[in-house]
């Protein structure tokens, strides 16, 4: 399903069979105007997704934005505006109001996080953690804070976790079953299998064959030791419990993405509000 799927079942989710409210109190024919209002400081996502909800609702609204996703704002600060169907703009109002708050929120979060690794190269990563079906929603809000994205799903890459490992017979068999697999499907998908100590990273690094190695609630000291073994011939990803306040800790040891769930689903919304003008 594609974004704009999505904001057309949003729409028909909040619409149902009519705004009876707009349509029992406005004239069909009456223009309006409105503008985006910030009301708390963060960082923006989410304009163009505006847009094309108000696309989506009626094409002769015009849309004129005045900043732009990954843009500091503040409280004042007018995102942009739009004119066309007063009706069509109340109809709209909520759907945009969600999608841009959520995303802000999440875009502000990664900000906050990206800045706690000023000088480091250890790149932050969201995580699969993400509100079902807003997905695209909350991964672009990721890349407007600054952030990276990891997979987008469950078809975009192999990433082998303790689970497959203990279903396939251990780690060179499950690695070796994924080759297997690509191959007798044509298909190119980078592999990343995760490891749980020091051990099954030492039979990772015998087998090979995989492009990345996640260190799954590793301390920060196992952490450097593993940095250490692997001695950038792979990728390396820390994940599990990673908090603000331990962040730039295991940044410091060298690792080279760190994945962070709470990026999408631990997310306050931005105070954002649409009003007449």
Do not use: C, W
Request: hydrophobic fraction near 40%; avoid cysteine.
């Amino acid at each position: 399903m594609n974004i704009d799927e999505i904001i057309a079942l949003t729409l028909l989710e909040d619409t149902g069979d009519g705004d009876h409210t707009s349509l029992s109190t406005i004239p069909s024919n009456q223009s309006g105007r409105v503008r985006l209002l910030v009301k708390e400081e963060g960082i923006l996502a989410g304009v163009d997704i505006a847009r094309r909800v108000y696309k989506a609702t009626d094409p002769g609204i015009s849309f004129e934005p005045a900043m732009a996703d990954g843009d500091k704002i503040a409280s004042g600060d007018v995102v942009f505006k739009a004119e066309g169907s007063t009706v069509a703009l109340l109809k709209a109002e909520r759907t945009v109001l969600n999608f841009m708050q959520r995303m802000s929120g999440i875009a502000t979060k990664t900000h906050q996080m990206v800045n706690l690794l000023n000088g480091l190269s250890t790149k932050i990563l969201d995580t699969r953690k993400t509100t079902p079906l807003m997905r695209p929603f909350e991964k672009m809000a990721v890349k407007a804070g600054g952030g990276e994205n990891h997979r987008f799903g469950l078809y975009d890459m192999i990433l082998i976790k303790d689970n497959h490992v203990d279903f396939a017979g251990g780690i060179r068999q499950a690695i070796e079953a994924a080759h297997n697999y690509l191959n007798q499907k044509g298909l190119d998908l980078k592999i990343e299998i995760e490891v749980r100590n020091l051990s099954e990273l030492q039979q990772v690094l015998q087998t090979g064959k995989i492009n990345r190695i996640m260190f799954d609630n590793f301390s920060t000291e196992a952490m450097a030791e593993a940095v250490r073994m692997v001695g950038h011939r792979y990728e390396t990803e820390a994940s599990g419990g990673i908090t603000e306040t331990t962040l730039r800790s295991y940044a410091e040891t060298g690792v080279d993405f760190i994945s962070v769930g709470a990026l999408t689903h631990h997310i306050k919304s931005l105070d954002l509000s649409l009003k007449a003008y």
